[in-house]
C-alpha cells in the first residue's frame, strides 16, 4: 500500500472517533504530514479525505492557499515594484497574513462553516519563504469551531514539525496523522 494511502487510512480511523466539543482551538488542529515528494499523490486522493470526513457524519470545505500570495502580490498597488525589488517583500510578508486570515474568514461565512465541518487546508507549501505555517495556523484555528484539517508536506518528530524539511521546525499540539504511525 503506497503512503498516501496509508495517510488516507490513519485519517480515516482518527475522523471515527467521536469529537469533543470543549476543545479548544489547537486541539481541534490535525496536521495530516506527508512526504513533499509525494505533494502530487495526495492531491488527487483529496477526495477520499472529503467521502471518509462525510461517510462519517461531517461537513467538508476545501481552503486552498497555493495561488494565494500570486493572487495577493498582483492585486497590489506597487506589484511592480516588488517585482524589480524583491528583498521589498520582506515589509509587506505582514499584509499577506492578513489577506489569508481575511480570505479564510470570508470562505467560513460563504460555506457557513459551524461546528460540523472539517476544513481542510491545502497548498500550504506555498507558504514556504513567505510566512510561517505555525502562524497562519494559529490564527485560522480559532476560527474554525469543527476541525482544521493541515495537509502539511514535511516531517514530523516529537510534536516537532518541519515544513518541506528545509527549516527547523516548531513544536505545535495538532493531532498528528502520518502514514507510518497509527493514532
Not at 514535511?154 to 498528528?176: F, T
Request: glycine share 4%; aromatic share 14%.
Amino acid at each position: 500500500m503506497s503512503k498516501v494511502k496509508r495517510l488516507v487510512s490513519s485519517y480515516v480511523k482518527y475522523i471515527a472517533i467521536p469529537w469533543r466539543t470543549d476543545a479548544a482551538a489547537a486541539q481541534r488542529v490535525i496536521f495530516c504530514v506527508y512526504n513533499e515528494s509525494d505533494e502530487l499523490r495526495l492531491r488527487s486522493k483529496i477526495d477520499e479525505f472529503e467521502i471518509a470526513t462525510k461517510q462519517n457524519g461531517h461537513h467538508w470545505a476545501l481552503f486552498d492557499l497555493t495561488d494565494s500570495f500570486a493572487h495577493w502580490l498582483t492585486s497590489q498597488k506597487y506589484s511592480q515594484s516588488y517585482f524589480k525589488k524583491p528583498n521589498l517583500l520582506a515589509t509587506i510578508y505582514p499584509k499577506y497574513l492578513e489577506h489569508i486570515i481575511a480570505s479564510f474568514d470570508s470562505f467560513l461565512a460563504q460555506h457557513q462553516i459551524d461546528e460540523a465541518y472539517v476544513v481542510a487546508l491545502k497548498g500550504v507549501g506555498s507558504l514556504f519563504g513567505f510566512l510561517k505555517v505555525k502562524e497562519v495556523v494559529e490564527k485560522l484555528a480559532p476560527m474554525v469551531s469543527g476541525r482544521l484539517l493541515v495537509f502539511f508536506p514535511g516531517s514530523h518528530e516529537n510534536n516537532n514539525y518541519r515544513l518541506l524539511d528545509g527549516y527547523d521546525g516548531w513544536n505545535y499540539l495538532a493531532v498528528p496523522i502520518t502514514a507510518d504511525k497509527d493514532i
